[in-house]
């Protein structure tokens, strides 16, 4: 068994400090228990000329990796040495019959209280490839998170050709405020939060930005030779596109799950999101920028529109060569969905005939999106959106409340009344044109605390739809405690009478996450073969503040095989 000690406690951290460049060494063999520990704090961190205290793990931006093997256990320790409440959520992992390590506050835990600490302790069964972890309290996840890397066990090697090197690539936001601060202004005022000033490559963000040259991170190659990125969306708010100077990349997994081969030039990535590719080295030796901007799907709304670098970096054979300009990645515009489209729709999972083919026990049909309280004083400091207003989000017109005297997991388990209800509509309560002109007397959605219960092994179609309320939007939507087949997406509204038979039942990609194309659906099927209580909610943290959220209660089975383990005696109390 691994275990790790996290801890968290407030650092400064200096924006151009070090490299961050990592690279992965092996991990121990399949079978061993893991210890670690991460103690949350706060670190001084320099970035943009300006020195600015963030929440860090043992005091690292980005955090430290992980690294395990399928079949191993794994005990992280969690010290709270932060001012705020806490949890991490290790973002892809199954945690089968364990939802107590899964670590959304209020849903599967009461957070880690300052000065605090929890041990999660899970085990990896089935699973390869490169995941993440975070912090899953407010906003506190926009410096509070590292790579969660996961090899073959040993012996069983890759569905493709061994790399030489392999290294994490963390894309991020970098905000000049305690994000904390941005979360309760926005909660205060109703309005959309303050946008971040820089993104950034493994806590950097590169020298097109002022102050910034000497902190630019540097993936060394040489000439000839193959690499493996761990490229992870990590950015609180933004989706992505990422590409490299001059050189294609080749996809070969996504959340954790092989792919066939699929080579790009772009990649597009959403929040939550992890997309592993091979680079060859194979241009003229020289320096070649991978950079990084926004993909923006919400019409009129503000956004981040910098760019970050980072460098592959030819070795010289000759030490004397001075280094040239590194060339600049063409990448498409803010507003390019068509390229996203075709980037997305060009995966395809590397397994055949596992998706199940017949019709599914249940049929959810959700509508994701956001909306409008509209206030009667419309000239409030707390009514501060579109037309005095408070903006809000919800899915089948419930915006989801998370509950603040304990968590739902804990209230479920122990039978304690009146925390949630399980009566979430599966299909919307009004149909509609959902991506047409929708009339403004369906804006306004429901505040409630509403789940959706599945019985155990049941399999599961869900179709989420996109609307136009707001602006139609890509709303990457990410399902806690299991992982899915993408088995269809299109624009417009969903026919069920003729779209699922378009549907992709041979290789659909497998996925953690998934966004809805914009004025689009996406429409997925899984088993609900782990029970428990798991979160299902936008990416896009604050969509998920506004309520853009519910959760899947999937029952016991027959026996202890189907059945939620016990809670851990350290198991956090509100």
Aim: proline share 9%; net charge positive.
């Amino acid at each position: 068994m691994k275990t790790i000690h996290f801890s968290t406690k407030t650092c400064y951290l200096w924006l151009l400090l070090g490299l961050h460049t990592i690279i992965a060494s092996l991990a121990s063999p399949s079978g061993t228990h893991h210890s670690h520990e991460f103690v949350i704090q706060t670190t001084p961190v320099k970035r943009l000329c300006r020195t600015q205290r963030i929440l860090t793990v043992n005091g690292q931006f980005p955090g430290p990796t992980v690294q395990v093997r399928n079949g191993d256990s794994v005990a992280i320790k969690v010290t709270n040495a932060g001012p705020y409440n806490i949890s991490i959520h290790w973002h892809g992992l199954r945690m089968l019959r364990n939802p107590w390590a899964d670590g959304p506050s209020y849903v599967t835990q009461c957070p880690i209280q300052p000065g605090g600490s929890y041990t999660y302790r899970f085990t990896i069964q089935n699973q390869e490839g490169t995941l993440w972890w975070h912090a899953h309290t407010g906003f506190l996840r926009a410096t509070v998170y590292g790579a969660f890397i996961i090899y073959p066990r040993l012996g069983s090697p890759y569905p493709f050709s061994m790399p030489r090197k392999e290294y994490p690539i963390l894309l991020g936001e970098w905000f000049n405020r305690d994000p904390m601060i941005i979360l309760r202004q926005t909660q205060l005022t109703g309005a959309a939060p303050s946008v971040s000033v820089a993104y950034t490559i493994n806590g950097q963000p590169g020298d097109l930005y002022r102050c910034s040259r000497q902190g630019t991170v540097r993936i060394p190659v040489q000439t000839g030779e193959t690499i493996l990125l761990r490229v992870v969306n990590s950015a609180l708010h933004q989706e992505l596109f990422f590409s490299i100077a001059n050189h294609r990349m080749t996809v070969v997994g996504t959340d954790a799950a092989y792919t066939k081969p699929l080579s790009t030039r772009i990649l597009m990535i959403g929040p939550g999101q992890t997309i592993n590719v091979l680079v060859t080295a194979d241009q003229t030796p020289g320096r070649y920028y991978m950079a990084a901007r926004a993909y923006q799907t919400a019409m009129n709304a503000a956004f981040d529109n910098t760019t970050t670098t980072a460098i592959l970096e030819y070795i010289p054979r000759n030490r004397n060569v001075q280094p040239s300009t590194p060339i600049l990645p063409l990448l498409p515009a803010f507003n390019d969905t068509p390229t996203a489209t075709a980037f997305t729709s060009g995966i395809r999972g590397l397994s055949q005939n596992v998706v199940f083919k017949n019709s599914a026990d249940v049929n959810l049909f959700f509508t994701v999106g956001l909306g409008l309280i509209f206030c009667r004083n419309p000239n409030s400091p707390n009514c501060q959106g579109p037309n005095g207003s408070r903006f809000a989000a919800s899915i089948n017109n419930n915006s989801f409340v998370l509950p603040r005297t304990t968590s739902l997991m804990q209230a479920y388990y122990q039978g304690i009344p009146g925390i949630f209800t399980t009566d979430l509509p599966p299909v919307p309560p009004l149909q509609f044109n959902y991506t047409g002109n929708v009339p403004r007397s369906l804006w306004t959605p429901i505040k409630g605390t509403k789940l959706l219960k599945l019985k155990y092994g049941s399999s599961v179609q869900l179709v989420f739809q996109d609307t136009s309320i707001v602006t139609t939007e890509d709303h990457p939507m990410h399902i806690h405690g299991f992982h899915f087949f993408v088995v269809g997406a299109g624009f417009g509204n969903f026919n069920p009478s003729t779209d699922p038979a378009r549907f992709n039942l041979v290789d659909p990609p497998v996925k953690n996450t998934i966004g809805t194309p914009p004025g689009g659906w996406v429409a997925i099927r899984f088993v609900a073969d782990n029970p428990g209580i798991w979160f299902l909610h936008c990416h896009i943290d604050s969509h998920l503040n506004w309520g853009l959220a519910t959760a899947l209660l999937v029952e016991n089975g027959v026996g202890p095989s189907q059945s939620v383990i016990p809670p851990p005696p350290d198991l956090p109390q509100c």
